[in-house]
């Protein structure tokens, strides 16, 4: 395995995984979202996310005027689909822990849509990392600090780039700017698909 790039804590794997693998992830994903269909989250205030999102695993995260969370079943009352071994194998090059994730959050970012600056807190402890897998079109991720403010740093990811989220950056704001729509082939229809891996408790 390669050394990471390291900014501001954010161990930054480029061009971790070739064409097939990325390939063979999407047609794992396409399974995933057959039985756990994407949705659109509302955050508790009300507000559309632009990203839609479904999971995988024990645990998967959802918001909605209720407010943000892990449950274990889709909006539907289904139980989500199991972590395929595809993404099982990520973690387990990169994660540095013994412990297998609970929860792969998938977001899907069509045109236009971005994440703003946020922290990942609603797990039951910090102690083990957050795995980020980036697929299809570029995404320009922010990152920035444990407390609200301050200055952030940003990069292109590309698709087959691995980002983990650990120590002190494991509580460290970061979000996605924008996209470049359609600056990938992997999605026919272009747009980015990232995935999260968690341990959710
Ligand atoms: O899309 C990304 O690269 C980051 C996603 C993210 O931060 C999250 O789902 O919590
Ligand atoms: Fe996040």
Redo the contacts with the bound molecule.
């Keep these: 395995m390669v050394s990471p790039l390291t900014i501001k804590g954010f161990q930054v794997y480029r061009g971790m995984l070739d064409l097939a693998s990325q390939i063979a992830l999407i047609a794992d994903l396409r399974t995933i979202a057959r039985i756990a269909p994407f949705s659109d989250p509302v955050t508790p205030g009300g507000r559309p996310m632009s990203?839609q999102m479904t999971s995988a695993g024990q645990m998967g995260?959802v918001t909605d005027q209720k407010g943000y969370r892990y449950q274990d079943h889709h909006p539907s009352g289904s139980k989500w689909p199991e972590i395929p071994a595809s993404v099982e194998s990520i973690w387990k090059e990169v994660s540095g822990v013994k412990r297998k994730p609970d929860c792969c959050?998938v977001?899907f970012?069509g045109e236009g849509a971005r994440?703003g600056l946020?922290q990942?807190k609603d797990e039951g402890s910090f102690d083990w990392p957050?795995v980020?897998v980036?697929l299809g079109d570029e995404?320009l991720?922010r990152m920035g600090n444990i407390s609200r403010g301050g200055k952030t740093e940003s990069l292109w990811?590309q698709s087959g780039d691995v980002?983990v989220m650990g120590g002190d950056a494991r509580l460290a704001h970061?979000?996605?700017d924008r996209i470049r729509f359609r600056s990938s082939r992997l999605l026919p229809k272009g747009g980015?698909i990232?995935l999260?891996l968690r341990v959710v408790d």
């Design positions: 990203v995260w959050l977001n970012y994440m946020h990942d957050v980020s980036s995404g991720f990811l980002v970061h979000g996605v980015r990232n999260t």
